[in-house]
């Protein structure tokens, strides 16, 4: 999937990814494992931000969304992103392991589920889903 062109410029054959979390080391490990396999990359630190650069027209391929964040967890995010119509790959990231919270997480409108630490085979395994 190539990244869309939203500004009338060359539509990207790069994919694109949006890593959403509150915590520095966890964006910064999500960062380089996605630039380790040469996937674009932005980062944001709530689903409030992560619902704002989509309104604000920026598209991405994956979004690798955590649960427990402040502002806006990532079930609401998730939640906004699929009734604004975001048809991203929306993997959520996260250390819960109650499978109620999980559930609820998934009911939200992701395409798949990693919990933390994220490392290079799970983030391919989301991959191929994308490619697949």
């Given at each position: ?12 054959n790069k ?63 998730t ?54």
């Open positions: 999937m190539a990244a869309q062109g939203r500004h009338g410029g060359k539509k990207s994919m694109t990814a949006l890593v959403v979390d509150d915590n520095t080391v966890n964006r910064m490990i999500h960062h380089r494992l996605l630039d380790n396999l040469g996937i674009e990359n932005v980062a944001v630190v709530n689903g409030k931000e992560a619902v704002d650069i989509h309104c604000s027209g920026k598209t991405f391929d994956l979004i690798l969304m955590d649960m427990d964040m402040p502002v806006m967890n990532g079930i609401e995010a939640r906004q992103l699929r009734e604004m119509g975001i048809r991203s790959m929306i993997a959520g990231v996260s250390t819960r392991s109650m499978e109620r919270e999980i559930r609820e997480f998934i009911e939200a409108g992701l395409d798949d589920y990693q919990e933390k630490p994220l490392t290079m085979s799970k983030l391919i395994s989301i991959i191929h889903k994308i490619n697949g």
